[in-house]
């Protein structure tokens, strides 16, 4: 029987925009003090302040915590959205997390962001966390695609996606810290939550139930535990859960510019030899009214040394990457976050009460931002199927559950690794004859609105 200690390790890689340490980063480091915690924390609710009030008598006496029918680890942007919608649904839910979750933080800016397509926007909507961002959104209503090599004008062969091939919005981009602040307040308001953070769990699964033990001495008992711990899920190891890994020898830079001309709501995404650059364009602040995220894929052995550039020559390397002067001149704000990129996929999603969400399922290369989004999609299924589960008494931690949610989730999973994994390949070289080839493929998908509609349609998970 599988038996497992959640301890501290380094975080996982993740995110666009990032996300493990920043939590701990932020509380221990850049604004101590600022939390409002007070205002929300309720009785059932453990955060760190105060689960630090209650904690002497918990050692003391041990005793348990309610059980509840899911108990999620790890309280990352999937972890916690999934709490949040299957408890507005009347689902018990426990979610424990190593990282502390501080019901407020405080909103400085810290350049990072994330595209959320149309489809998960309607998921956070209905789990109560888009309504409660505290930042707006910026939307993205057009996409350009185009093939170059830094310093030099885009290649006149190009793709366009346009409003009139959605009639909303692809995606928004989503600011890291306003999507966690947001987060954090709802896990910590909506009833049906226990939240257990900074905590550690040992989960003992067997076919009848799981028992969840903390470290502190207190336990309960889950019918099903989910692994929305990140890309390097403990839970998913300890269960022998085999993981394939691709390397793609790239690094992401990933930071937010201010520019000289609007981007009028409009992405790029500029495949140069050494990897992709994307520009997304982010909603305007008072100092930046014109501001937009990179995520700029280059070379292993040059992305450090470039993010390590001064601002000036920074900015000039990045106004190379344009492929044109549509932003004019460019100037880097906040903190520049470099993230070594590869992709994985785990070989099953279950094991006996347990299932996989999120990066812990698979992790794919940003180079179509959907990353977050297959995982909201994951949550997206899972809610469904847990939802009808419990409406019809069902043991949710069933083997023929867990099944439905994979056979639902891995094959469409596994299609959008393939796909940007052989984007990445395709774009990321300067053989001329594959560069012609891909040049007319890309005008040619341009040419043809119905394709680029079902594109379009994918893309925004609808
Ligand atoms: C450069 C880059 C750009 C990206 N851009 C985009 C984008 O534009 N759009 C998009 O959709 N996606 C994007 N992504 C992908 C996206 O960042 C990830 O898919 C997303 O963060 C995964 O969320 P998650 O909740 O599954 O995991 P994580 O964000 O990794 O969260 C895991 C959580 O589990 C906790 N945890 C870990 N281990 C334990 C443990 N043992 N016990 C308890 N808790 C634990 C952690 O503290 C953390 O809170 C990008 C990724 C990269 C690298």
Do not use: I
């Given at each position: 029987m599988p038996d497992y200690w959640l301890i501290d390790e380094p975080s996982s890689l993740v995110f666009l925009l990032g996300w493990d340490k920043r939590r701990k980063v932020v509380a221990r480091g850049q604004f101590p003090g600022v939390y409002l915690r007070a205002m929300f924390v309720r009785t059932n609710v453990m955060t760190a302040s105060s689960a630090?009030?209650?904690?002497?008598a918990?050692?003391?006496?041990?005793?348990?915590l309610p059980n509840v029918d899911v108990c999620i680890i790890g309280a990352g942007p999937v972890g916690g959205s999934l709490a949040c919608r299957l408890a507005v649904a009347g689902i018990r839910v426990a979610i424990v997390d190593r990282a502390d979750l501080p019901p407020m933080e405080h909103p400085d800016f810290d350049?990072?962001?994330?595209a959320i397509a149309a489809g998960p926007k309607k998921l956070l909507e209905d789990a109560g966390i888009w309504d409660a961002l505290p930042l707006p959104a910026g939307p993205i209503e057009d996409i350009l695609v185009t093939d170059g090599r830094p310093g030099e004008p885009a290649s006149s062969l190009f793709l366009e996606f346009t409003r009139e091939d959605a009639h909303q919005p692809f995606g928004w981009m989503v600011e890291a810290r306003a999507l966690r602040v947001a987060l954090n307040a709802q896990l910590h308001t909506t009833p049906n939550i226990t939240v257990l953070a900074p905590a550690e769990a040992k989960v003992v699964r067997k076919s009848e139930g799981a028992d969840i033990h903390l470290k502190d001495g207190r336990s309960f008992k889950a019918s099903l535990v989910i692994a929305a711990d990140g890309r390097?899920?403990?839970?998913?190891?300890e269960a022998g859960i085999p993981l394939t890994k691709l390397s793609y020898g790239q690094t992401a830079i990933v930071c937010a510019i201010a520019h000289e001309f609007p981007h009028d709501n409009g992405a790029l995404e500029h495949f140069l030899p050494a990897g992709p650059f994307a520009?997304?364009?982010?909603?305007g602040t008072d100092e930046h009214p014109y501001l937009s995220a990179i995520v700029w894929s280059d070379k292993d052995a040059l992305a450090q040394r470039f993010a390590d550039l001064p601002d000036d020559l920074f900015a000039r390397e990045v106004e190379r990457r344009m492929g044109s002067n549509r932003l004019g001149k460019v100037t880097p704000v906040g903190r520049r976050w470099v993230?070594?990129?590869s992709a994985q996929y785990a070989q099953r999603y279950t094991d006996t009460r347990l299932l996989l969400v999120g990066d812990a399922a698979h992790g794919i290369h940003p180079i179509a931002g959907q990353g977050l989004n297959l995982g909201f999609r994951d949550i997206i299924a899972l809610s469904d199927i847990l939802l009808a589960g419990h409406a019809n008494g069902e043991d949710l931690g069933a083997p023929a559950l867990l099944a439905r949610y994979q056979a639902r989730c891995r094959p469409a999973n596994m299609l959008m690794l393939a796909a940007t994994d052989a984007l990445d390949r395709l774009f990321s070289n300067d053989n001329p004859v594959i560069r012609l080839a891909r040049d007319m493929g890309i005008a040619g998908v341009h040419r043809l609105p119905r394709l680029r509609k079902a594109f379009v349609k994918h893309a925004m998970g609808l």
């Open positions: 630090s009030v209650v904690h002497t918990f050692t003391s006496s041990r005793p348990s350049g990072r962001a994330y390097k899920s403990r839970l998913r190891s520009q997304l364009p982010m909603a993230y070594p990129l």
